[in-house]
């Protein structure tokens, strides 16, 4: 039965790996300028522009607020677009992708507003540019809280791609339903539930690890 | 050094425009330390942040080494920033950034070298005593400890100017003095010009030279540190230097009515203040020698002194006839001495513990 279940776990878990470590890096290098962009535009900060700030900070709110499921297939024709297919494990990265950015954007504002504002101040004293001010004091002064926040965006990404099987992503969430509920095999079922569970406890390690060891404070 | 002419802030906020600064008129030569003392809310904070526009002002000019900085471009200003260091109440210091790397942090945005940065580095760790810290963290460190990184992190561009905006207020008194002292070396050997915001007289007398009392928006009064201390004018400064030098009465006389009358078995309480090299002049020994039938009784005495001149203040009593009392009175007025009546004051009987 273990030699039976075995593949279908690791091409499964490979799948979700997949999906959420390329979502992972296109949605942060997107969504960590975001969230800088966020900080910095609002009132008082070095960026300060207020329309910006406001139209941004709409749009993201306007696509966290649509459940995933939905957005998943409400995009679909961007997807096509954009991976020449509606379905597969690629084509599911496309609206995990959208869903992530504006949540990791929120999630770097939250980090870089809790810096204290006399650091920016010490360093416009010095002469910093915004751009200095961004990259030398705002983002390392954030970024254990960054990787915290960052290790909590994987771990609400390995949720959404169970949810992938929706449009045939694959992935251990298809696995679990289509074998483990749908074909009454409870087995399959709690074998995958260990695998993500695992995965997620490994996930929280390395991200406090991480972020424990980049907090001087 | 700093000239600072018509300097007007308005803030707008919720509840209205907040004036912060009504026309401040302030010049700070080369080389020395200025003091600016104000309750909090007074606007020292954002009179000092106007000097290197940190905060701009509404109206006026504000000259540093002869630049006007109001008129100055962003890329202009942030060259005259390096110009002008400045350290903060709370340090402000990275804590991503070892101790070496905070001090590097403004020649780092320079583009220095790496090797020029550990030039200029080394030496000021030396200076204010840290070398021994140089890859600890932030978090590392004692409150005195930061604020000697803040300082040379401040120093590292060359500034020819360094704002203290509270910076010994979150310190005890003994690293506030110790911090103080640093200030004073840099300040004599780097020939810095030193801006001092405070709340507390005691950093005034300790390292300024002159210093503006400002209350309420307006400079309430300046001078030098010495007439500022042994003559107030305004009531805000008596309010600051009562801190330090107390203006109660001696405990046998605290409470009771004072008349200007001579009473039953009071004394005459007379406050004197001398200054300089009267400080030490024997002017009493002369009073009680040249005005027979004047008793004289030593209430209180404290001899301070403001950088290197002493000054003393004391109260005595006198009591004895009243012609006798008033020559030696008269005697006093002729002399170099400050001298405030406060008026007959009966004496408590003890008070049993």
Known sequence: ?217 | MIKLSGIEKIYDSPSGKIHALKGIDLEIARGEIYGIIGLSGAGKSTLVRCINMLERPTAGKVFVDGQDMTTLTDSELRAARKNIGMIFQHFNLLSSATVYDNIAFPLKLSGTSSADIEKKVRPLLKLVGLSDKADQYPAQLSGGQKQRVGIARALAGDPKVLLCDEATSALDPQTTKSILDLIKVINHNLSLTVVVITHEMQVIKEICDRVAVISDGVIAERGSVLDVFTNPQHRITKEFISVLLSNDLPAAFRGNEISQDPTEGSLLLVRLIFKGDRADDPVLAKMIRSCTGAECTMLFGNLDEIHGVPFGRFIIGLSGRDEAIQSALNFLNGQEVRVEVIGYVRRSPAAVD
């Open chain 1, 1 to 217: 039965m273990f030699a039976e279940v075995l593949p279908l776990l690791t091409k499964a878990l490979g799948e979700t790996i997949y999906m959420v470590a390329v979502s992972m890096a296109i949605a942060s290098a997107v969504g960590v300028p975001l969230g800088v962009l966020l900080h910095t535009t609002a009132k008082g900060q070095i960026l300060e522009n207020i329309f910006i700030n406001q139209t941004v900070g709409s749009v993201v709110n306007a696509i966290r607020s649509i459940p995933f499921i939905i957005l998943m297939v409400a995009i679909i024709p961007l997807t096509r677009l954009i991976v020449g297919s509606a379905i597969g494990t690629t084509a599911a990265i496309v609206p995990l992708v959208i869903a992530s950015i504006p949540f990791i954007g929120r999630q770097v504002e939250t980090s870089i507003k809790e810096v204290p504002s006399g650091l920016v101040e010490a360093a416009q004293s010095m002469g910093a540019t915004p751009f200095q001010i961004i990259s030398r004091v705002l983002l390392p002064e954030a970024m254990p809280g960054i990787v915290s926040q960052l290790t909590t965006v994987i771990i609400a990404l390995v949720g959404e791609s169970a949810m992938a099987g929706a449009i045939g992503g694959g992935g251990l969430g298809d696995l679990a339903i289509r074998y483990g509920y749908q074909r009454f095999r409870p087995e399959v079922m709690l074998a995958t539930v260990v695998v993500l569970i695992v995965l997620v406890q490994l996930v929280q390690f390395v991200g406090n690890t991480l972020a424990k060891k980049l907090d001087k404070r």
